[in-house]
């Protein structure tokens, strides 16, 4: 039976690669969820669905949502496409796992080294550069989103970017000696969720979702 449910995980896994959101657009995946059985979804994310009024309820990024099936409309809307593509592959594809307060390094994924040149540039430059001396806009943009505080470096939160997965930001400061450092860390549970090369996906939706949190409350 473990054998069974194995290969079953694995056959519903899309072939990913490094260019993947580009030769998967979301009309791709938006076909797939239509074609998928919303209680299947349901009891395999955890995931509230109302059979009623057909959509499900997902928390992202701190926020509810409610996403129709099969026509995958999201209330209030998500500007971000990559974002919505995320959205997308967690309900296709996602193996429920509860947070066990374990985190792990990109490079601890499955093939975490192959790709781990993009997502520094894309996700841990980038978080540098954008705050690495600007520590107390980025403590007042991570607190106004509702991310957990965490007593390590000079600031560090855990952001929940859907349910029980966790997303772990922190910054150290630059000094005269030394320059501003930056780490992104993951809840070990997004092993069952994604694909290792969309952990840099996400990671940069977090940080578009700053900036526009960050550009709302100027």
């Not at 290969?7 to 260019?19: G, I, L, M, S, V």
């Amino acid at each position: 039976m473990e054998e069974k449910t194995e290969t079953a995980a694995q056959n519903r896994k899309p072939d990913y690669n490094r260019h993947s959101l580009q030769e998967q657009p979301i009309e791709f995946y938006t076909q797939k969820f239509r074609e998928a059985d919303p209680a299947e979804i349901a009891v395999r994310t955890h995931t509230d669905y109302n059979k009623e009024k057909h959509c499900f309820t997902l928390r992202f990024l701190g926020r509810d949502y409610s996403i129709s099936w099969p026509g995958f409309e999201i209330t209030p809307q998500i500007a971000d496409n990559s974002g919505r593509v995320l959205i997308l592959r967690y309900l296709l594809f996602a193996e429920y796992e509860a947070f066990s307060n374990h985190f792990i390094s990109f490079r601890d994924m499955p093939s975490g080294d192959l790709y781990f040149g993009p997502f520094q540039g894309r996700c841990i430059f980038r978080f540098n550069h954008k705050y690495g001396s600007r520590k107390s806009v980025f403590q007042k943009v991570l607190e106004g989103m509702g991310a957990t505080k965490v007593d390590y470096a000079d600031a560090c939160y855990d952001v929940e970017f859907l349910p029980e997965l966790y997303i772990r930001f922190i910054l150290w400061e630059g000094d005269d000696e030394f320059p501003a450092s930056s780490q992104i860390l993951f809840s070990d549970n997004f092993k069952k969720a994604f694909a290792t090369y969309d952990l840099a996906e996400a990671g940069g939706v977090c940080l578009n979702a700053f900036s526009a949190w960050e550009a709302d409350h100027a």
